[in-house]
């Protein structure tokens, strides 16, 4: 079984702008202050071409429900990996995913940074799938809405930040 999820954000930079500030460690850091999610970046690849690898720890949100906190990593951080590609017309491709050491879940996607009137939008899409018989529905109902906040306060923050520096 699995749930699908889905958040867009509109920015008011151009796609390079918004890329190179959304793959940049300065942006973990600033989201890590401001979110109080516990970022950090564990990793950051960047290769001939314009892909960027990310690999951050950040902390489980504080209010799961009991009957899914046995499922829940005993140190409450999650492993977050994001690849992305410049198209090559202005776009930015990103495949990303979630990983609860030891839970049987997972929260994976793709999505696009695309140029979208005076600035651009970030479109992520994914599927929550978490594998445990009776609860897995539920937990997969809980997942799906606070990813899509996550993704939400994360495209409002990028969106601030960015209106800042233009």
């Known amino acids: 079984m699995s749930k699908k999820l889905s958040s867009t954000s509109v920015l008011p930079a151009d796609t390079d702008t918004a890329f190179a500030l959304r793959t940049s460690t300065e942006w973990v850091e600033l989201k890590?202050?401001?979110l109080?999610?516990?970022?950090?970046?564990?990793?950051?690849?960047?290769?001939?071409?314009?892909?960027?690898?990310?690999?951050?720890?950040?902390?489980i949100p504080r209010d799961v429900p009991g009957m899914f906190r046995r499922?829940?990593?005993?140190d409450g951080r999650v492993t977050q990996r994001e690849s992305w590609t410049p198209a090559g017309d202005g776009t930015y491709r990103v495949t990303w995913s979630l990983g609860f050491?030891?839970?049987?879940?997972?929260?994976?996607?793709?999505?696009?940074?695309?140029?979208?009137?005076?600035?651009?939008?970030?479109h992520l899409d994914g599927v929550a799938q978490v594998s445990v018989p009776i609860i897995?529905?539920?937990?997969?109902?809980?997942?799906?809405?606070?990813?899509?906040?996550?993704?939400?306060?994360?495209?409002?923050?990028?969106?601030s930040l960015l209106a800042d520096r233009t």
């Not at 970046?41 to 690898?53: F, H, I, L, N």
């Not at 999505?111 to 970030?122: C, D, H, I, T, Y």
């Open 32 to 34: 890590a202050g401001r």
């Open 36 to 59: 109080q999610d516990g970022s950090l970046v564990q990793e950051r690849t960047a290769a001939d071409g314009g892909q960027v690898e990310l690999v951050l720890l950040r902390d």
């Open 71 to 74: 499922f829940v990593p005993a």
């Open 101 to 122: 050491d030891g839970a049987p879940g997972s929260v994976s996607g793709e999505g696009e940074l695309v140029p979208e009137g005076e600035g651009s939008a970030l």
């Open 136 to 159: 897995g529905g539920k937990a997969e109902a809980f997942l799906v809405p606070l990813v899509e906040g996550i993704m939400q306060q994360e495209g409002q923050l990028l969106a």
